[in-house]
Protein backbone atom coordinates (compact mmCIF):
# COMPACT_ATOMS: atom_id res chain seq x y z
CA UNK A 1 0.00 0.00 0.00
CA UNK A 2 1.49 3.35 -0.86
CA UNK A 3 2.01 6.13 1.49
CA UNK A 4 -1.18 8.10 0.91
CA UNK A 5 -3.26 5.29 1.34
CA UNK A 6 -1.50 3.97 4.10
CA UNK A 7 -2.51 7.63 5.85
CA UNK A 8 -6.28 7.68 4.89
CA UNK A 9 -6.69 4.12 7.03
CA UNK A 10 -4.67 5.18 9.81
CA UNK A 11 -6.83 8.61 9.77
CA UNK A 12 -10.13 6.15 9.58
CA UNK A 13 -9.19 4.18 12.09
CA UNK A 14 -8.13 7.14 14.63
CA UNK A 15 -11.85 8.62 13.71
CA UNK A 16 -13.48 5.33 14.48
CA UNK A 17 -11.36 4.68 17.57
CA UNK A 18 -12.07 8.46 19.11
CA UNK A 19 -15.84 7.64 18.62
CA UNK A 20 -15.89 4.18 20.12
CA UNK A 21 -13.35 5.40 23.32
CA UNK A 22 -16.18 7.79 23.77
CA UNK A 23 -19.06 5.92 23.94
CA UNK A 24 -17.04 3.41 25.92
CA UNK A 25 -16.59 6.05 28.16
CA UNK A 26 -20.12 7.09 28.24
CA UNK A 27 -21.35 3.08 29.02
CA UNK A 28 -18.47 2.29 31.71
CA UNK A 29 -20.46 5.56 33.73
CA UNK A 30 -23.49 4.39 33.33
CA UNK A 31 -22.36 0.47 34.35
CA UNK A 32 -20.06 1.20 37.45
CA UNK A 33 -21.61 4.71 38.35
CA UNK A 34 -20.31 3.29 41.93
CA UNK A 35 -16.96 2.93 41.08
CA UNK A 36 -13.70 3.98 43.47
CA UNK A 37 -12.76 7.66 42.95
CA UNK A 38 -9.47 6.84 40.70
CA UNK A 39 -11.86 4.98 38.33
CA UNK A 40 -14.25 7.59 37.55
CA UNK A 41 -11.13 9.68 37.37
CA UNK A 42 -9.77 7.72 34.46
CA UNK A 43 -13.72 7.35 32.91
CA UNK A 44 -13.56 11.35 32.84
CA UNK A 45 -10.03 11.46 31.52
CA UNK A 46 -10.99 8.96 28.60
CA UNK A 47 -14.28 10.27 27.97
CA UNK A 48 -12.75 14.32 28.07
CA UNK A 49 -9.99 13.13 25.43
CA UNK A 50 -12.22 11.65 23.16
CA UNK A 51 -15.01 14.12 23.05
CA UNK A 52 -12.05 16.70 22.38
CA UNK A 53 -10.90 14.56 19.16
CA UNK A 54 -14.71 13.61 18.17
CA UNK A 55 -14.94 18.15 18.27
CA UNK A 56 -11.85 18.22 16.03
CA UNK A 57 -12.98 15.78 14.11
CA UNK A 58 -16.31 17.52 13.12
CA UNK A 59 -14.30 20.89 13.15
CA UNK A 60 -12.40 19.63 10.41
CA UNK A 61 -15.62 18.23 8.55
CA UNK A 62 -17.17 21.67 8.56
CA UNK A 63 -14.41 23.54 7.59
CA UNK A 64 -13.61 21.57 4.74
CA UNK A 65 -16.37 22.37 3.13
CA UNK A 66 -17.51 25.68 4.41
CA UNK A 67 -14.83 27.12 6.37
CA UNK A 68 -11.51 27.77 5.03
CA UNK A 69 -12.24 28.81 1.81
CA UNK A 70 -8.96 28.52 -0.29
CA UNK A 71 -9.01 26.64 -3.60
CA UNK A 72 -7.18 25.92 -6.40
CA UNK A 73 -7.14 24.99 -10.17
CA UNK A 74 -6.23 21.51 -11.12
CA UNK A 75 -6.21 20.86 -14.17
CA UNK A 76 -8.44 23.90 -15.27
CA UNK A 77 -11.02 23.23 -12.91
CA UNK A 78 -11.59 24.85 -9.45
CA UNK A 79 -11.64 22.87 -6.60
CA UNK A 80 -11.63 23.75 -3.03
CA UNK A 81 -9.06 23.12 -0.74
CA UNK A 82 -8.77 23.01 3.09
CA UNK A 83 -6.56 25.74 3.44
CA UNK A 84 -2.91 24.14 2.53
CA UNK A 85 -1.79 27.21 3.09
CA UNK A 86 0.53 25.41 5.68
CA UNK A 87 1.92 22.20 5.36
CA UNK A 88 2.02 19.31 7.83
CA UNK A 89 5.17 20.87 9.23
CA UNK A 90 3.17 23.55 10.45
CA UNK A 91 5.23 25.94 8.50
CA UNK A 92 4.09 28.38 5.72
CA UNK A 93 5.09 27.81 2.15
CA UNK A 94 4.19 30.51 -0.40
CA UNK A 95 4.04 28.75 -4.49
CA UNK A 96 6.07 29.95 -7.09
CA UNK A 97 4.49 31.91 -9.47
CA UNK A 98 3.94 29.66 -12.98
CA UNK A 99 3.47 32.53 -15.55
CA UNK A 100 7.06 34.33 -16.04
CA UNK A 101 7.36 36.27 -19.36
CA UNK A 102 8.19 39.59 -19.97
CA UNK A 103 7.02 42.39 -21.86
CA UNK A 104 9.84 42.85 -24.74
CA UNK A 105 9.59 39.25 -25.18
CA UNK A 106 8.67 38.77 -29.01
CA UNK A 107 5.40 37.06 -28.18
CA UNK A 108 5.03 40.37 -25.70
CA UNK A 109 6.38 43.72 -27.77
CA UNK A 110 5.82 46.88 -25.70
CA UNK A 111 2.42 48.45 -26.84
CA UNK A 112 0.26 51.04 -25.66
CA UNK A 113 -3.47 49.59 -24.66
CA UNK A 114 -2.46 46.35 -24.71
CA UNK A 115 -2.00 45.28 -20.86
CA UNK A 116 -4.14 44.74 -18.48
CA UNK A 117 -3.50 44.58 -14.94
CA UNK A 118 -6.03 42.75 -12.26
CA UNK A 119 -4.17 43.71 -8.38
CA UNK A 120 -6.15 43.59 -5.60
CA UNK A 121 -5.58 46.67 -3.16
CA UNK A 122 -5.11 44.79 -0.01
CA UNK A 123 -2.43 42.43 -1.53
CA UNK A 124 1.14 43.29 -0.72
CA UNK A 125 2.75 41.79 -3.64
CA UNK A 126 0.09 43.28 -6.10
CA UNK A 127 0.64 46.32 -4.08
CA UNK A 128 4.23 46.49 -5.50
CA UNK A 129 2.66 46.88 -9.19
CA UNK A 130 0.27 49.36 -8.54
CA UNK A 131 2.88 51.64 -6.98
CA UNK A 132 5.06 51.24 -10.00
CA UNK A 133 2.30 51.50 -12.17
CA UNK A 134 1.92 55.23 -10.51
CA UNK A 135 5.47 55.89 -10.20
CA UNK A 136 6.40 54.93 -13.92
CA UNK A 137 3.33 56.87 -14.92
CA UNK A 138 1.91 53.91 -16.55
CA UNK A 139 -1.83 54.50 -15.89
CA UNK A 140 -2.69 55.60 -19.27
CA UNK A 141 -1.02 52.44 -20.93
CA UNK A 142 -2.13 49.88 -18.70
CA UNK A 143 -5.42 49.67 -17.12
CA UNK A 144 -6.22 48.29 -14.03
CA UNK A 145 -9.33 46.04 -12.52
CA UNK A 146 -9.55 45.43 -8.83
CA UNK A 147 -10.37 42.64 -6.99
CA UNK A 148 -13.37 42.64 -4.56
CA UNK A 149 -11.59 42.21 -1.24
CA UNK A 150 -12.96 39.16 0.23
CA UNK A 151 -11.64 35.99 -1.07
CA UNK A 152 -13.87 33.34 -0.58
CA UNK A 153 -15.10 29.70 -1.82
CA UNK A 154 -13.76 31.03 -5.59
CA UNK A 155 -11.35 32.65 -4.59
CA UNK A 156 -10.30 35.93 -5.66
CA UNK A 157 -13.74 37.99 -7.02
CA UNK A 158 -14.72 40.96 -9.24
CA UNK A 159 -17.61 43.12 -7.65
CA UNK A 160 -18.74 43.59 -11.24
CA UNK A 161 -18.01 41.06 -13.94
CA UNK A 162 -14.37 42.60 -15.40
CA UNK A 163 -13.99 44.06 -18.43
CA UNK A 164 -12.64 41.74 -20.81
CA UNK A 165 -14.73 39.01 -20.67
CA UNK A 166 -17.28 39.69 -17.75
CA UNK A 167 -15.59 37.19 -15.66
CA UNK A 168 -16.96 37.11 -11.97
CA UNK A 169 -13.66 35.24 -10.72
CA UNK A 170 -10.01 35.79 -10.89
CA UNK A 171 -9.58 31.66 -11.92
CA UNK A 172 -11.23 32.05 -14.86
CA UNK A 173 -8.60 34.38 -16.41
CA UNK A 174 -6.40 31.58 -15.39
CA UNK A 175 -8.14 28.61 -17.07
CA UNK A 176 -8.69 31.34 -20.29
CA UNK A 177 -5.10 31.56 -20.21
CA UNK A 178 -4.50 28.18 -20.19
CA UNK A 179 -7.43 25.29 -19.85
CA UNK A 180 -4.83 23.03 -18.02
CA UNK A 181 -3.28 25.12 -15.51
CA UNK A 182 -2.72 23.56 -12.25
CA UNK A 183 -1.84 25.98 -9.70
CA UNK A 184 -3.04 28.55 -6.97
CA UNK A 185 -4.73 31.64 -8.26
CA UNK A 186 -3.17 34.67 -7.34
CA UNK A 187 -3.04 38.35 -8.00
CA UNK A 188 -1.09 40.25 -9.38
CA UNK A 189 -2.19 38.90 -12.81
CA UNK A 190 -0.64 41.00 -15.98
CA UNK A 191 -2.88 40.01 -19.04
CA UNK A 192 -2.53 40.85 -22.44
CA UNK A 193 -5.85 41.46 -23.91
CA UNK A 194 -4.41 40.46 -27.67
CA UNK A 195 -2.64 37.22 -26.92
CA UNK A 196 -5.22 36.56 -24.54
CA UNK A 197 -2.66 35.39 -22.42
CA UNK A 198 -1.07 35.89 -19.12
CA UNK A 199 1.66 37.81 -19.41
CA UNK A 200 3.19 37.58 -15.36
CA UNK A 201 1.77 36.58 -12.27
CA UNK A 202 5.07 37.88 -10.18
CA UNK A 203 4.94 40.72 -9.06
CA UNK A 204 8.97 40.94 -8.59
CA UNK A 205 8.63 40.75 -12.44
CA UNK A 206 6.00 42.71 -13.59
CA UNK A 207 7.84 45.65 -11.23
CA UNK A 208 10.85 45.16 -13.26
CA UNK A 209 8.78 45.70 -16.76
CA UNK A 210 7.36 48.61 -15.18
CA UNK A 211 10.51 49.82 -14.33
CA UNK A 212 12.13 50.51 -17.83
CA UNK A 213 10.02 48.57 -20.75
CA UNK A 214 7.51 51.58 -21.66
CA UNK A 215 9.82 53.96 -20.76
CA UNK A 216 9.77 55.22 -24.95
CA UNK A 217 6.11 55.62 -24.06
CA UNK A 218 5.88 57.16 -21.18
CA UNK A 219 8.99 59.08 -21.78
CA UNK A 220 9.48 58.33 -17.68
CA UNK A 221 13.14 57.16 -17.67
CA UNK A 222 13.00 56.89 -13.54
CA UNK A 223 15.25 54.61 -12.16
CA UNK A 224 14.55 51.55 -9.47
CA UNK A 225 16.42 49.43 -10.18
CA UNK A 226 20.00 50.74 -10.99
CA UNK A 227 22.82 49.01 -12.69
CA UNK A 228 25.50 49.92 -9.87
CA UNK A 229 23.39 49.80 -7.39
CA UNK A 230 21.64 46.36 -8.35
CA UNK A 231 23.83 43.67 -6.03
CA UNK A 232 23.49 45.82 -3.06
CA UNK A 233 19.30 45.65 -4.05
CA UNK A 234 19.08 41.73 -4.87
CA UNK A 235 20.96 41.36 -1.33
CA UNK A 236 18.50 43.41 0.71
CA UNK A 237 15.40 41.98 -1.18
CA UNK A 238 15.79 38.50 -0.65
CA UNK A 239 16.52 39.36 2.88
CA UNK A 240 13.30 41.54 2.98
CA UNK A 241 11.34 39.10 1.05
CA UNK A 242 12.60 36.06 3.27
CA UNK A 243 12.13 37.48 6.92
CA UNK A 244 9.83 40.69 6.74
CA UNK A 245 7.30 40.36 3.44
CA UNK A 246 6.73 36.54 4.08
CA UNK A 247 7.75 36.14 7.42
CA UNK A 248 4.28 38.32 8.80
CA UNK A 249 2.33 35.53 6.39
CA UNK A 250 4.64 32.87 7.94
CA UNK A 251 3.77 33.99 11.65
CA UNK A 252 0.15 34.27 10.69
CA UNK A 253 -0.62 30.72 8.97
CA UNK A 254 1.75 28.81 11.35
CA UNK A 255 -0.61 25.71 12.53
CA UNK A 256 2.07 24.91 14.69
CA UNK A 257 3.67 27.14 18.27
CA UNK A 258 6.76 26.13 17.08
CA UNK A 259 6.62 27.13 13.81
CA UNK A 260 4.64 30.23 14.70
CA UNK A 261 7.62 31.65 17.23
CA UNK A 262 10.17 30.88 15.11
CA UNK A 263 9.04 32.77 11.93
CA UNK A 264 7.95 35.77 14.86
CA UNK A 265 11.57 35.87 16.32
CA UNK A 266 13.02 35.92 12.14
CA UNK A 267 10.31 38.64 11.74
CA UNK A 268 11.63 40.76 14.87
CA UNK A 269 15.19 40.25 14.40
CA UNK A 270 14.57 41.41 10.60
CA UNK A 271 12.98 44.49 11.27
CA UNK A 272 14.78 45.35 14.42
CA UNK A 273 17.83 44.70 12.11
CA UNK A 274 16.47 47.87 9.60
CA UNK A 275 15.71 49.83 12.15
CA UNK A 276 19.74 49.98 12.89
CA UNK A 277 20.04 50.13 8.99
CA UNK A 278 17.97 53.29 8.73
CA UNK A 279 19.45 55.17 11.30
CA UNK A 280 21.14 58.17 10.00
CA UNK A 281 20.35 57.03 6.49
CA UNK A 282 17.08 57.69 4.28
CA UNK A 283 16.33 54.62 2.09
CA UNK A 284 17.36 50.64 2.07
CA UNK A 285 20.53 51.75 -0.41
CA UNK A 286 21.79 54.73 0.74
CA UNK A 287 19.56 58.03 -0.30
CA UNK A 288 18.58 56.27 -3.29
CA UNK A 289 14.87 55.64 -3.35
CA UNK A 290 14.81 52.20 -5.22
CA UNK A 291 12.24 48.93 -5.49
CA UNK A 292 13.90 47.58 -2.45
CA UNK A 293 11.57 50.23 -0.19
CA UNK A 294 8.98 49.79 -2.38
CA UNK A 295 8.99 46.07 -1.97
CA UNK A 296 9.47 46.64 1.54
CA UNK A 297 6.78 49.64 2.13
CA UNK A 298 3.88 47.69 1.12
CA UNK A 299 4.19 45.37 4.27
CA UNK A 300 5.43 47.98 6.82
CA UNK A 301 2.01 50.37 5.50
CA UNK A 302 -0.11 47.45 6.39
CA UNK A 303 1.86 46.37 9.80
CA UNK A 304 -0.03 48.05 12.77
CA UNK A 305 -3.31 47.76 10.56
CA UNK A 306 -3.28 43.87 10.00
CA UNK A 307 -0.03 41.89 11.08
CA UNK A 308 0.23 42.82 14.25
CA UNK A 309 -3.41 41.61 15.45
CA UNK A 310 -4.76 39.12 12.97
CA UNK A 311 -0.99 37.43 11.88
CA UNK A 312 0.18 37.61 15.71
CA UNK A 313 3.21 39.89 15.05
CA UNK A 314 3.00 41.43 18.34
CA UNK A 315 6.03 41.99 20.03
CA UNK A 316 5.22 45.91 18.95
CA UNK A 317 4.12 47.95 16.56
CA UNK A 318 5.70 50.03 13.09
CA UNK A 319 4.92 53.10 14.51
CA UNK A 320 6.82 52.22 17.82
CA UNK A 321 10.16 51.62 15.93
CA UNK A 322 11.04 55.37 15.18
CA UNK A 323 13.29 54.81 11.97
CA UNK A 324 11.16 52.05 10.20
CA UNK A 325 8.01 55.32 11.24
CA UNK A 326 9.62 57.74 9.79
CA UNK A 327 10.82 55.83 6.73
CA UNK A 328 7.03 54.73 6.14
CA UNK A 329 5.82 57.75 6.51
CA UNK A 330 8.68 59.49 4.15
CA UNK A 331 7.36 56.74 1.55
CA UNK A 332 3.14 56.98 2.21
CA UNK A 333 3.76 60.44 1.72
CA UNK A 334 5.87 60.51 -1.93
CA UNK A 335 3.80 61.66 -4.50
CA UNK A 336 1.09 59.48 -5.80
CA UNK A 337 1.32 56.79 -3.36
CA UNK A 338 -1.30 57.57 -0.74
CA UNK A 339 -3.92 57.13 -3.35
CA UNK A 340 -2.33 53.21 -3.61
CA UNK A 341 -3.14 52.24 -0.13
CA UNK A 342 -6.85 51.37 0.57
CA UNK A 343 -7.66 50.47 4.21
CA UNK A 344 -10.78 49.25 4.18
CA UNK A 345 -9.87 46.72 1.73
CA UNK A 346 -7.13 45.35 3.28
CA UNK A 347 -8.43 45.45 6.57
CA UNK A 348 -12.08 43.63 5.16
CA UNK A 349 -9.69 41.10 3.09
CA UNK A 350 -7.44 39.50 5.64
CA UNK A 351 -10.24 39.62 8.96
CA UNK A 352 -13.09 38.59 6.86
CA UNK A 353 -11.53 36.20 4.28
CA UNK A 354 -8.97 34.13 6.66
CA UNK A 355 -11.51 32.49 8.91
CA UNK A 356 -9.92 29.74 10.25
CA UNK A 357 -7.73 32.68 11.60
CA UNK A 358 -10.36 34.54 12.41
CA UNK A 359 -13.85 32.63 12.52
CA UNK A 360 -16.01 35.61 13.33
CA UNK A 361 -15.11 37.37 10.75
CA UNK A 362 -15.43 40.30 13.30
CA UNK A 363 -12.84 43.82 11.55
CA UNK A 364 -11.53 46.01 13.81
CA UNK A 365 -12.28 49.23 13.80
CA UNK A 366 -9.09 50.27 14.79
CA UNK A 367 -6.12 51.46 14.61
CA UNK A 368 -5.83 55.41 13.58
CA UNK A 369 -2.85 56.27 12.17
CA UNK A 370 -1.60 59.25 10.79
CA UNK A 371 0.62 58.87 7.70
CA UNK A 372 0.70 62.30 6.95
CA UNK A 373 2.90 63.27 10.25
CA UNK A 374 5.94 65.17 9.23
CA UNK A 375 9.19 63.12 8.57
CA UNK A 376 12.75 64.85 9.14
CA UNK A 377 13.28 64.47 5.19
CA UNK A 378 9.83 66.70 4.83
CA UNK A 379 11.93 69.20 7.14
CA UNK A 380 14.82 69.36 5.08
CA UNK A 381 16.73 67.40 7.44
CA UNK A 382 17.77 64.62 5.28
CA UNK A 383 18.98 66.69 2.70
N1 LIG B 1 4.73 35.45 -5.62
C1 LIG B 1 3.48 36.09 -5.93
C2 LIG B 1 2.56 35.94 -4.74
C3 LIG B 1 1.19 36.54 -4.97
C4 LIG B 1 0.21 36.09 -3.88
O1 LIG B 1 0.48 35.13 -3.12
N2 LIG B 1 -0.94 36.76 -3.82
C5 LIG B 1 -1.93 36.37 -2.84
C6 LIG B 1 -2.70 37.57 -2.34
S1 LIG B 1 -1.81 38.52 -1.18
C7 LIG B 1 -2.98 35.51 -3.51
O2 LIG B 1 -3.48 35.88 -4.55
N3 LIG B 1 -3.32 34.37 -2.89
C8 LIG B 1 -4.35 33.52 -3.34
C9 LIG B 1 -4.02 32.05 -3.25
O3 LIG B 1 -2.86 31.68 -3.00
O4 LIG B 1 -4.91 31.25 -3.46
C10 LIG B 1 3.74 37.52 -6.28
O5 LIG B 1 4.58 38.15 -5.60
O6 LIG B 1 3.14 38.01 -7.21
Keep these: MNTAAHAIVNLLIFRKLARDTHALAIMSGALLPDAPMFIFYFQARIQGLSERMIWRDSYLEIGHNKEINMGMLI ?6 DDGKWASKDGEFHR ?7 KIGDECFPVERDRYHLYVSLACPWAHRTL ?17 HPHMLDYGWQFAEPEPLYGFTHVHQLYSKADAHYSGRVTVPVLWDKKGQAIVCNESAEIIRMFNSAFNELTGNSDDYYPIELRDEID ?4 FVYDNINNGVYRCGFATTQKAYEE ?15 LDGQRYLVGNTMTEA ?24 RIVDMPNLWTYLRD ?18 HYYYSHVSINPTRIVPKGPELDFYLPHPASLQEFV
Design 293 to 316: DWRLFTTLVRFDAVYFGHFKCNRN
Design 131 to 147: IFRKLKALEEIIPVTIV
Design 95 to 101: AQSKFRC
Design 331 to 348: LYQQPGIAETVNFEHIKQ
Design 75 to 80: NGVWEA
Design 263 to 277: AFDQLFAALDSVEAR
Design 235 to 238: AINA
